[in-house]
């Protein structure tokens, strides 16, 4: 299955998860009031997260250069779950951070999941049209 929009989707992914991460483990403080925070947090949480982020990029970029089209849904079905979380914790909190977090998360969600949907598509009438000629 050639999917080539959503491999091009997920170096958004890499793009944020990477820099957020490293940012997050080494200038957590700097971070939050970029992402215009409300809050004062202890500096060891997010520092952790940072790691989880990084951690995170490395396999995306990792699904990435190897192209693991198979692992492409699990992208989308992961930040299913945590863009609604992140939105209800805003709700909670009321820190626009996590409305920030959200959107970015949103975008992309969105970006890939319809780069998904067109590259099936596609794909389902190349090859429908491929076997029709046969």
């Not at 958004?12 to 925070?37: D, E, R, T």
């Not at 500096?43 to 492409?72: A, C, H, N, W």
Request: hydrophobic residues 50%.
């Amino acid at each position: 299955m050639n999917l080539n929009r959503t491999y091009l989707s997920l170096y958004y992914l890499a793009g944020y998860l990477i820099p957020v991460g490293l940012s997050l483990m080494f200038f957590p403080m700097q971070l939050i009031k970029l992402l215009f925070s409300n809050r004062t947090y202890d500096d060891m949480f997010p520092r952790l997260v940072g790691v989880l982020l990084l951690s995170l990029g490395i396999i995306i970029v990792q699904i990435i250069r190897l192209k693991l089209e198979v692992l492409y849904p699990t992208t989308l079905i992961v930040r299913s779950i945590i863009t609604p979380t992140l939105f209800a914790v805003y709700l909670y909190s009321g820190d626009p951070l996590f409305l920030v977090m959200t959107g970015v998360l949103a975008f992309g969600l969105v970006l890939t999941g319809t780069c998904y949907f067109l590259d099936r598509r596609d794909k389902a009438a190349g090859g429908g049209a491929r076997a029709a000629g046969r």
